[in-house]
């Protein structure tokens, strides 16, 4: 069995190198399985590339690939569509997540109970530091969400997520964003056609250095929810997971059903 854990890295040259030197320590010491962490560089403009192919030469454990465009997602669904590991996840460059929380997430998929596991930092609110306006906002959009699809995840965002090979070839071809929104977008859809998912709280700390632009985010997130809402109305899901179905690909249900009772 093989985990490959993506760093999606967009302009990091500042802490590219300590994060992913951080990570390869704690992987080696915890994990007894063959490994790869996979630096996904998405159209940087700065040295960050570079500081990653100097990583990939120093340690033979990271893999460096390398997009023209950027966006979180695309650069996470490029990865781990042309990977050949068993296990695939990701976390952002900064390590806001607590990497205690990594162990239990991958155990979650290979005991056999889950296809996909994400991180929360809503269950348990006490264990994360960040700022009010980042708080309220993002508990604003997880209960759009709940409201829209009556979904039962917790934290549609964090960004700390594994999911099985298996289910990565059948639900990230439904997948349409390429940015921030491809988390969101991923659980929904998984939660809809069946995947059973992990909801693991974790420790966090906002990155004060984030790249994240908050209102714009946030207004591209609603314009997904809306997309998402008009596809699950209109079938689009029900008829792209048909010929999925009939391979085996998929969970057994009706997603148009599934849609349309939320």
């Not at 010491?29 to 962490?37: A, K």
């Not at 290979?110 to 309220?136: C, H, Q, V, Y």
């Not at 969400?145 to 059948?170: E, L, N, W």
């Not at 969970?251 to 599934?258: D, H, K, L, M, Y």
Request: hydrophobic share 40%; proline share 3%.
């Amino acid at each position: 069995m093989k985990l490959a854990v993506v760093i999606p890295a967009f302009n990091e040259e500042a802490q590219l190198g300590a994060s992913v030197k951080i990570l390869d320590e704690f992987l080696s010491r915890h994990f007894r399985i063959d490994y790869e962490i996979v630096i996904a560089d998405n159209g940087s403009t700065d040295r960050t590339l570079e500081f990653a192919r100097q990583l990939g030469y120093e340690r033979r454990t990271i893999r460096v690939v390398h997009l023209n465009e950027k966006g979180r997602g695309r650069a996470l669904k490029s990865a781990w569509l042309a990977s050949r590991a068993d296990l695939l996840s990701y976390m952002d460059v900064d390590l806001s997540t607590d990497l205690s929380a990594f162990p239990p997430l991958i155990e979650g998929l290979m005991s056999g109970g889950f296809d996909l596991a994400t991180g929360s930092r809503l269950l348990k609110p006490e264990l994360i530091k960040r700022g009010w306006k980042r708080e309220f906002i993002s508990r604003c959009y997880n209960v759009l969400v709940k409201v829209m699809f009556h979904t039962r995840f917790s934290d549609a965002q964090c960004g700390f997520k594994a999911i099985t090979r298996p289910a990565a070839q059948a639900l990230l071809p439904l997948v349409e964003d390429n940015g921030w929104f491809f988390d969101t977008e991923l659980l929904v859809l998984a939660e809809k056609l069946g995947y059973r998912i992990f909801d693991l709280p974790v420790r966090w700390v906002d990155d004060s250095d984030s790249r994240v632009r908050i209102i714009r985010t946030a207004w591209d997130d609603i314009k997904g929810l809306i997309r998402m809402r008009k596809n699950c109305v209109g079938g689009r899901y029900g008829r792209a997971t048909s010929a999925q179905k009939a391979a085996k690909q998929l969970p057994t249900g009706n997603s148009n059903e599934q849609c349309n009772s939320t």
